[in-house]
């Protein structure tokens, strides 16, 4: 019940709640579940489009894993019903937010595998994402920023972007990024965000738009 509890804990709920005595907020195991997501549906798609080379496999994960993808499922499953929220978080609408029920489903994916294993994970993982997982041609539409402006830059200047950490402000629980992403040596977009993955997101939309507007797209 720790594990899940925590998974659930926003950190605006204990931020609020200076009395609250039980377990941490959910960035410790949204950080494993990120990791163990990505892992696992690398080995999923990795057995089962065996004719792709890793351009494509990169492209068909990207269009698995992204923050939209993720809030989706997380919707489906019911999970904003159960997150714990701060009473400020919630009512600028943090329990529909993409951010927080992406890092919230990666929370639980956290929490799973640390209570039980890796191949018990990669099944529930393989369970729920297995509309993208079998057909993700069809969710292109889900591909997030970096994903996009990855795949243009690879296209035009063959060549992947590259992401700079401009500056680091806030206290520990409130903290900004900026980063900054550079494509052949200069930066065309800069991005703001809570964490460094936000912020690199933001970074590519800005890039991409000036990509496009540069070339008339």
């Known amino acids: 019940m720790g594990l899940l509890r925590s998974a659930l804990m926003h950190p605006s709920y204990i931020n609020e709640n200076p009395e609250y005595i039980g ?3 959910f960035e410790r195991l949204e ?8 892992l696992a549906i690398t080995d999923i798609i990795l057995n089962l489009w065996k004719g792709e ?3 494509g ?4 994960r990207a269009s698995i894993i992204n923050e939209d993808s993720l809030s989706q499922i997380a919707l489906i499953l019911g999970i904003d019903r159960f997150i714990y929220l701060g009473k400020g978080e919630e009512i600028q609408g943090g ?3 993409s951010k927080i029920l992406s890092d919230t489903l990666e929370a639980l994916i956290g929490a799973i595998y640390l209570d039980s294993d890796y191949y018990t994970v990669k099944e529930v ?3 729920i994402f297995d509309p993208l997982i079998k057909n993700p ?4 539409k889900l591909k997030d920023y970096k994903s996009q402006l990855q795949e243009y830059t690879q296209r035009h200047f063959k060549k992947i972007p590259s992401y700079l950490l401009l500056s680091e402000e806030g206290p520990e629980h409130e903290k ?5 992403v550079k494509v052949e040596g200069k930066i065309i977009g800069v991005g703001k965000g809570k964490n460094k993955k936000q912020a690199q997101k933001e970074a590519a939309k800005w890039a991409l738009i000036w990509l496009k507007k540069r070339d008339n797209l």
Do not use: M, Q, W, Y
């Open 31 to 38: 950080f494993l579940g990120d990791a163990v997501l990505e």
């Open 125 to 127: 993982i393989r369970k």
């Open 57 to 60: 496999l990169s492209r068909i």
């Open 23 to 25: 377990p941490e907020h």
């Open 95 to 97: 329990r529909k937010s």
């Open 53 to 55: 080379d890793e351009g």
């Open 176 to 180: 900004c990024f900026t980063i900054g």
């Open 137 to 140: 041609s069809n969710k292109g």
